[in-house]
């Protein structure tokens, strides 16, 4: 199955800074999908990333906040903007599996702002 | 809408057998299942497509019933490697990857 590779792993941030998320696939995908779980809480899908295309964002997730970029087809970031102590969360991207069934995650960001 | 998985928790010892719901309000098109462990990535366990088919764990088995839009997963002589939260995760139509993900079954299992 597909390997995602994403980091960092975790970072700690001020309030009212940026952090960027990158995920790395090793090999070609035509959809990237990024999460959040907020602590102890269940999966939460922010967004789709198609390479070419705007992104499509789920209801309550915005660009300004959440911009992702996808340059090709094995790439994409997810930049948490401007943020609070409730973006406190894990960011997952996820990618389908080879085979087509069901899907691989990275290992995620363990995010932290104080 | 998010599907509803019960019961939320669950504490096995080991050999036992154990069930998992998941329940929607809305048609579905695939139900996914997954297994978190404390600080890692969920992992795919098994997918349910609408009309029957099943891929997955050759280990853990699972039923999908459209009519009700349910899900139950069936977790028999539980090993300590079972451990985890479940999650289900739902497909309300054949939209590549859009999917919502149940609260979770935290289930343990000890010796």
């Known amino acids: 199955s597909a390997v995602i590779s994403q980091k960092p792993s975790r970072d700690i941030c001020q309030r009212g800074t940026s952090l960027t998320i990158q995920c790395q696939v090793d090999?070609?995908?035509?959809?990237m999908f990024w999460y959040r779980q907020q602590p102890g809480q269940s999966l939460t899908l922010i967004a789709t990333a198609n390479q070419g295309s705007e992104a499509t964002y789920e209801s309550g997730f915005v660009i300004d906040k959440f911009p992702i970029s996808r340059p090709n087809l094995t790439f994409s970031t997810l930049t948490v903007s401007n943020m609070s102590p409730e973006d406190s969360s894990i960011y997952l991207c996820s990618v389908e599996r080879d085979n087509g069934y069901g899907y691989t995650f990275g290992s995620g960001t363990r995010l932290t702002v104080v | 809408q998010q599907p509803v998985q019960s019961p939320q928790a669950v504490i096995l010892r080991e050999g036992e057998d154990a069930v998992i719901n998941c329940s929607s309000s809305k048609a579905l098109y695939s139900v996914h299942w997954y297994r978190q462990k404390h600080g890692e990535a969920p992992v795919f366990l098994m997918i349910l497509l609408k009309g029957g088919e099943q891929k997955g764990h050759d280990k853990i088995s699972a039923s999908f019933n459209e009519k009700k839009q349910q899900s139950s997963l069936y977790l028999t002589a539980s090993q300590l490697s079972y451990s985890g939260t479940y999650f289900c995760?739902?497909?309300?139509?054949?939209?590549?990857?859009?999917?919502?993900f149940g609260q979770g079954t935290e289930l343990s299992v000890k010796p």
């Open positions: 090999s070609q995908v035509t959809m």
């Open positions: 995760g739902t497909e309300s139509s054949n939209q590549g990857g859009k999917l919502i």
